[in-house]
């Protein structure tokens, strides 16, 4: 092995040498909300001594399997190895020498003596041609490329930024799929299932350029300002803690199978209870016949089953606008108890109260029966806004007999009764009905009572919680 | 605490992790390559996790047929305990010894004591045969999530030291360390004393390209542009909310179903009428076939 090729890559300038920087990344992932133990710290500097340090893909994996616990924290995992493990500074230069295609090219676009526009051009011809092969190396290489050639904003005297809406900008992406879309359809007529799938290769080869685009942004910012100032800034909170109520339409599909599993789990804590302590009354004849096998000795003593309590759940819960991620979710909670137990009812509300338990078929999709409740239940009586007590009136009057000693109550909203009748009382003689009732809120705590809430009086009569993320609903469902 | 018993790496690197898994029928990327070599340097229990069909089981049956070890398999479920999982005296047997020394054999009480709680009357299960085995072996720790918590401590405790204490018999130390794959498929979370003991490795579905090499690899004879074909068809799949999206023995299973068909394409009618074998909701295939205009 040649002389310059020692030593880890990118730069360590820390004092401690590897050791030193090994510590500085462990301390950024335990700053990004990855809990990491010392005797991970210390198994992953015993990973420096196993893996090949110049095969930095092997150096990430190795350090990501003694660092993680959870795949959810993978994403922001690779965003800090990236800026403490950087690749080298000269990713064209350095790809020259093998590879005769990307650099070569890469190169010459920037000798282009022409003007931005034309060097845009050609560069949005050379990304539709990496785009429909699907190379992902390739097209890494070419974000490198094109991060350096466009994406420079105004030098400052803080040193050179860079920016990544001026790359997408300048190449315009999105603009290309119908190009890709031709490209990839050869000869097959349009419209049907064909383009179905060759939008879907389109849009993940898209996510794959834009994320490269961003990581070589990142890099080359983390080189000019410091790395610690991009690893604040670019980290993004885990799923489980990302707001019911603020997640973007790019969480909330991830949100989403962060629920999923928790859903099955509740209902599996619910049936373990069901099924623990199965042994009933001793079922004599049984035992006394198992005995003759084994000498007139009861070895084995044989017991009835035990009745089964079984579990009743009412849920109702908020569908207006305001608390619209929120319920979605509460409703896949609800989706996922109804596929294991007869006796959930589900009961949905914005103004007045409708039975949805019927969209809640075993086997019915989700998203669907989101959609048709807000299409065909009947939950909007007067002008689309919440109002509590009509739909708590309207609850215990029509469905008086849903709420019995055997039933578990959980009320879903924010408990904002735009300065409505709270319909307390009600409520309350709800909860004392039931054999258990809890409110889940995806609001803060702090903003409970503020404004038009009437969360902090709800709280009163009834076991209010605090449920804004996936984490938190996590909680409840163990502890319930 | 006594050091657990040393166990003589079996791959000397990632290059040679991948090539063996290959052979043995699994096409590993660099992620799985590099996390199973660290497993195998450094001693420690591998603990796999991801969605159902990912090729986690898989994984461990793979790694035994590549280190020529012997695979034995512990299956989790909720109410697996001790008796189930370490090991168990057979008490029938055991009744059976006593009453043959009442029925006047002659021994007395003392040698019978001794005698039934030996190695004949020891019924043992998967930890303990595989503490005890001299050969090489792999141990799959199937659906860790599924047992119960209480179950993670016996883990815990047969995973650190690779002993076990018998009270009758004393203390079974392991004299070839067995290489051992937990794996899980995340519907609870397991403790963290546990995951701190492994090395955890995520297991998502392949990308593309690596599907596609395990297709061709695993259905020869399949033509490489349908093999690519239904790879993206799988992945656009994959993309829709669907209650269980399609796993890598599905598309292999899709894969055989073209290929026995004879079909040359996979167009909107052969699509139609094997959706069946990827998908197995009703809702899932409505779905899909809505989504991707099947119809």
Redesign the interface.
């Known amino acids: 092995m040649s002389a310059p090729a020692a030593g880890p890559p990118g730069p360590v300038a820390e004092p401690g040498g590897l050791a030193g920087h090994l510590d500085g990344f462990v301390r950024a992932v335990r700053e990004a909300g990855i809990?990491v133990?010392i005797?991970?710290a210390v198994?992953a500097a015993?990973?420096l001594t196993?893996?090949?340090l110049l095969?930095r893909?092997?150096l990430r994996?190795?350090l990501?399997?003694?660092l993680?616990?959870?795949?959810a924290q993978?994403p922001t995992y690779d965003v800090l190895f990236d800026l403490w493990w950087p690749l080298g500074d000269r990713p064209v230069g350095s790809s020259t020498g093998d590879e005769d295609g990307g650099g070569e090219r890469g190169q010459s676009t920037l000798d282009l003596p022409g003007s931005d526009a034309e060097l845009a051009e050609s560069m949005r011809a050379e990304l539709l041609r990496l785009l429909q092969e699907?190379d992902?190396e390739e097209l890494r290489r070419f974000a490198r490329t094109a991060v350096e050639v466009l994406g420079r904003g105004q030098p400052s005297p803080s040193g050179q930024s860079f920016f990544s809406y001026r790359v997408l900008r300048a190449l315009s992406p999105d603009t290309l799929v119908s190009q890709l879309l031709s490209g990839l359809l050869t000869g097959q007529e349009r419209?049907?299932?064909?383009?179905?799938?060759?939008r879907?290769?389109v849009?993940?080869r898209l996510t794959a350029f834009r994320g490269a685009v961003e990581a070589e942004v990142r890099r080359r910012t983390a080189t000019e300002k410091g790395r610690d100032k991009v690893a604040k800034s670019a980290v993004r909170p885990l799923a489980d803690q990302v707001d019911f109520l603020r997640a973007q339409a790019a969480d909330l599909?991830e949100l989403?199978r962060a629920v999923a599993?928790l859903a099955?789990?509740l209902a599996?804590r619910l049936s373990?209870r069901r099924?623990l302590g199965r042994e009933g009354r001793l079922d004599f004849r049984r035992t006394v016949r198992a005995s003759l096998?084994?000498?007139g000795?009861p070895?084995v003593t044989h017991h009835r089953p035990r009745k089964v309590h079984k579990p009743e759940l009412v849920v109702l819960c908020d569908v207006s606008g305001s608390v619209a991620g929120f319920s979605h979710f509460t409703l896949m909670l609800t989706q996922a108890l109804r596929e294991h137990f007869t006796g959930v009812r589900a009961f949905a509300f914005v103004d007045t109260t409708d039975e949805v338990t019927r969209f809640f078929r075993p086997?019915?999709?989700v998203?669907?029966a989101v959609a048709r409740i807000g299409r065909e239940a009947d939950v909007v009586g007067f002008d689309g806004h919440s109002d509590y007590g009509t739909a708590f009136d309207v609850f215990a009057d029509r469905w008086a007999s849903a709420v019995g000693p055997k039933t578990s109550l959980l009320v879903l909203g924010d408990g904002r009764t735009n300065y409505r009748p709270p319909g307390l009382p009600v409520l309350a003689d709800l909860v004392r009905r039931s054999r258990s009732a809890h409110w889940l809120n995806p609001e803060p705590r702090r903003l409970w009572g503020s404004g038009d809430s009437a969360a902090d009086r709800y709280g009163e009569v009834i076991d209010m919680v605090e449920c804004r993320n996936a984490a938190q609903l996590?909680e409840f469902v163990t502890t319930l | 605490m006594p050091r657990p018993p040393t166990q003589f790496p079996q791959f000397s690197s990632v290059a040679d992790v991948s090539k063996r898994l290959a052979t043995a029928g699994y096409l590993p990327d660099e992620q799985i390559a590099t996390t199973v070599f660290l497993a195998d340097r450094l001693g420690k229990p591998l603990l796999v996790e991801g969605p159902a069909g990912t090729g986690k089981t898989e994984l461990a049956k793979a790694l035994a047929v590549a280190t020529g070890s012997e695979l034995i398999r512990l299956q989790c479920y909720e109410g697996l305990d001790e008796a189930r999982a370490l090991y168990e005296w057979n008490y029938k047997k055991q009744l059976l010894r006593i009453q043959a020394a009442q029925n006047g054999d002659g021994a007395d009480w003392n040698t019978v004591h001794d005698d039934i709680f030996g190695e004949e009357f020891l019924l043992s299960r998967p930890l303990l045969t595989a503490i005890r085995r001299t050969e090489p072996t792999v141990l799959l720790i199937d659906e860790t999530d599924k047992a119960d918590v209480e179950v993670e401590g016996l883990l815990l405790e047969v995973l650190s030291d690779f002993q076990v204490t018998i009270p009758e018999l004393g203390t079974v130390a392991a004299t070839r360390r067995p290489m051992v794959v937990l794996t899980s498929n995340a519907t609870r979370e397991l403790s963290e004393a546990l995951k701190r003991r492994c090395l955890y490795l995520a297991l998502d579905y392949p990308s593309a390209e690596r599907e596609r090499e395990i297709v061709l690899s695993r259905v020869p004879d399949l033509a490489p542009g349908l093999a690519a074909q239904l790879v993206r068809t799988i992945r656009a799949l994959r993309a829709l909310e669907l209650k269980k999206s399609p796993s890598i023995s599905e598309t292999l299973d899709w894969a055989q179903t073209l290929l026995e068909l004879g079909l040359d394409t996979l167009d909107e009618s052969a699509m139609r009428s094997t959706l069946g074998v990827v998908l197995k909701h009703a809702s899932d295939q409505q779905r899909a076939a809505a989504e991707l205009r099947l119809n």
């Not at chain 1, 419209?191 to 060759?198: F, H, K, N, P, S």
């Open positions: 809990p133990g005797s991970q198994d015993e990973i196993v893996v090949d095969e893909e092997q994996h190795g990501a399997a003694v993680l616990q959870r795949a993978r699907g992902d419209g049907g299932l064909a383009e179905q799938i060759a879907q290769t849009r993940e599909a989403r599993p099955r789990r599996v373990a099924r096998a084994t000498g000795v070895v086997g019915a999709d998203v669907d996590a």
